[in-house]
């Protein structure tokens, strides 16, 4: 099988051979560094205890210098495994994500269009260079002397321009027998929807061409001259030789550069990276008019550990970094994460070096923050922490982004990071004289009545659970038409008997049976023991929805306390399961206000029961009385007999 040229290349470029190689060897730590992915350890291929076998990230290389053993991330597949070449190739893109091509003839033919739309590309470079220099340009080049871009700047970046005219490059290229489908093929016109002929994307802008890795023009980005002009920079429309989320501005020479050490910068726009080239800053970047998505980051990673990303100060830029934030997390490895540079409110790369020069570049450079502190930046900005809810929020909206990594390692020192952020701002001092829980001499104060009284204290908790359980399913046995009312409900319940859980199932499935066909249909799957059971229970017998069979109303009033009870319950466990974890990271006053508000809310429910058996009486009916309103009805009655005169 023929591979269509550029693949490998591709393949190569995206692979990481530190990762890649990682797999079966251990990193020397005293010899390697990561950061520059300068890696050693023992040669996989011959017996040794020295790390003499060297792996270069950067350039995609290993060399063993005892067996001698080198090569690059394919060749290394191939050793490991006992492949073929082709069987490495399909391995290592499988974990990059690129499709295979396709096995069938026709895989030289979309090779050839590519190399065919490639050759109309380096036409149209041409043809716009050519443009810029004649006197429908002369605003243009205005425009790039104004950015101080003189002419060996125009010639580095092969700066062109399209005239604003409809059919200017495309009557250029069908002159020079350039056949239609090819100029469309490679987004250079549109076709008319007028019956007219096609159009030029590009139409009075200045053209800077976009290369890939091997060097191939893929496509233009185009910045309008004319300011009423609805986008003021212009991409080229994807096509078989552009993706546009996989593509970065100055990919290849920024490579070069940070091989030879030159941090990668990350800026927003073309003339940025011109720029910061210009100021000495060789290995910068820029996306292409889109938010970084995920394949550019790891294109980013595989040229630099740790690429500083430099935003505008304004709104936008911060918000581009957040998002990229959240885009970042969950990829995070060791020795591979982002620092941020925002620049003053106002300017870009370009503005800052030109107006206060690279010094000042450079200096912002070495402030860059790491992620860690513009994440707490993001969540804590602007805002005030004056109260346990509002800190339990701000431990919430971390825990949360916290979770997001991967990396188990890097996930606890984030935790460890964030919560010594936070005790910097949340400092434990108290004031002297201040509220505190515990009594005179640090005694503990004494308990509530209401305390000592709370089943939560008195009973088992488990016991609790499973017993509300069985009311609940015993009510549903003997009143299932109200079964469809709280299916949702039902579904959820996470019953911690098992025989409880084999009846809800039952109960589910055998809803529109009725009664004696629910009861049959549940002992003719698992016999007569769990029903039987579950109404011997004392608790069961007394409750108003099992003592008043088929009454709804009644049903429905003890469904409603029970599962209420139940998720209170569920609730408080919860939180002390989560409260656990966050003692490692994230314990403070706020962790203490969440549990006593979930183990409240679980008081009141029970609470809610014990009054409801203080104030209320059942009536013959099944439904509640309130003692207060039965007394006074009687009084009245009294009344109303001693006022009414005897006959």
């Known amino acids: 099988m023929s591979l269509p040229p550029g693949f490998l290349d591709e393949l190569r470029s995206r692979a990481s051979l530190a990762r890649v190689a990682g797999r079966k060897v251990t990193w020397d730590p005293r010899k390697s560094n990561q950061g520059k992915g300068d890696l050693w350890a023992p040669c996989p291929f011959h017996q040794e205890k020295s790390a003499s076998f060297h792996v270069d990230d950067r350039k995609g290389f290993y060399y063993c210098f005892g067996c001698h053993a080198k090569g690059d991330a394919l060749s290394f597949v191939q050793q490991t495994e006992n492949v073929g070449f082709m069987e490495a190739v399909e391995i290592l893109a499988r974990e990059v994500g690129m499709a295979m091509p396709e096995r069938d003839p026709r895989a030289q033919q979309k090779a050839d269009r590519r190399s065919e739309l490639a050759e109309v590309m380096e036409q149209a470079v041409q043809f716009f260079r050519l443009q810029l220099k004649t006197g429908a340009a002369a605003e243009a080049r205005a425009y790039l002397g104004r950015r101080e871009l003189d002419a060996k700047a125009i010639e580095r970046w092969e700066i062109g321009f399209a005239p604003d005219g409809w059919q200017g490059l495309w009557d250029h290229l069908r002159g020079k027998g350039v056949a239609e489908d090819l100029i469309l093929g490679a987004g250079l016109a549109k076709p008319s929807t007028k019956g007219k002929k096609p159009y030029d994307v590009f139409r009075n802008r200045i053209m800077f061409p976009i ?13 309008a001259m004319d300011p009423k002009d609805s986008a003021k920079y212009l991409n080229s429309p994807e096509t078989e030789l552009f993706d546009k989320g996989r593509s970065l501005f100055n990919h290849a020479p920024a490579r070069e550069a940070a091989g030879k050490g030159a941090p990668l910068i990350v800026a927003e726009g073309y003339m940025d990276v011109i720029a910061l080239d210009a100021g000495g800053f060789h290995a910068a970047v820029a996306p292409l008019g889109t938010a970084i998505t995920e394949e550019q980051l790891q294109l980013m990673w595989r040229i630099s550990p740790e690429p500083v990303i430099a935003l505008d100060g304004d709104t936008a830029g911060l918000r581009a970094a957040m998002r990229l934030i959240d885009l970042a997390l969950p990829l995070l490895e060791a020795g591979q994460s982002l620092r941020f540079v925002i620049l003053p409110e106002g ?16 200096a912002l450079l070495d402030a860059a923050i790491p992620m860690v502190k513009l994440l707490w930046q993001r969540e804590t900005e602007g805002r005030v922490f004056d109260s346990p809810e509002r800190k339990a929020a701000l431990d919430k909206a971390l825990r949360e982004k916290i979770k997001l990594i991967r990396d188990p390692s890097i996930r606890g020192h984030y935790g460890e990071e964030i919560k010594a952020l936070r005790q910097e701002l949340f400092s434990p001092r108290r004031e002297r004289g201040a509220w505190s829980p515990r009594g005179p001499k640090g005694a503990p104060a004494a308990p509530l009545s209401s305390t000592r009284s709370s089943p939560l204290v008195i009973s088992d908790d488990a016991a609790q659970v499973r017993l509300r359980e069985a009311v609940v399913l015993a009510t549903l046995i003997v009143t299932p038409e109200v079964i469809h009312t709280y299916e949702a409900e039902i579904e959820r319940l996470e019953c911690s008997d098992p025989d409880h859980h084999r009846l809800r199932g039952l109960i589910l499935r055998h809803a529109d049976a009725g009664p004696e066909g629910l009861r049959a249909g549940i002992v003719a799957e698992i016999g007569p023991g769990p029903l039987e059971n579950l109404f011997s229970l004392g608790h069961v017998a007394i409750a108003p929805g099992v003592r008043r069979p088929g009454d709804a109303e009644v049903a429905h009033m003890t469904l409603s306390e029970e599962l209420a009870k139940l998720h209170a319950q569920r609730g408080l466990e919860a939180e002390i399961d989560e409260a656990v974890e966050d003692l490692h990271h994230l314990a403070d006053e706020a962790l203490t206000w969440r549990l006593s508000q ?8 029970i609470r809610s029961e014990q009054q409801e058996r203080t104030d209320y009486d059942t009536g013959a009916n099944g439904a509640r009385i309130s003692r207060d309103e039965r007394d006074a009805f009687e009084a009245l009655l009294q009344r109303i007999g001693h006022a009414t005169p005897k006959k």
Not at 348 to 361: E, Q, V
């Open 347 to 362: 300017q870009d790369p370009d503005d800052l070096i030109r107006k206060s020069g690279a010094p000042a570049m450079q």
């Open 211 to 223: 290369r890939d890795l091997r060097g191939r023009c893929i496509a233009f980005g185009g910045r």
């Open 598 to 605: 979930a183990a409240e809310a679980r008081n009141r429910a």
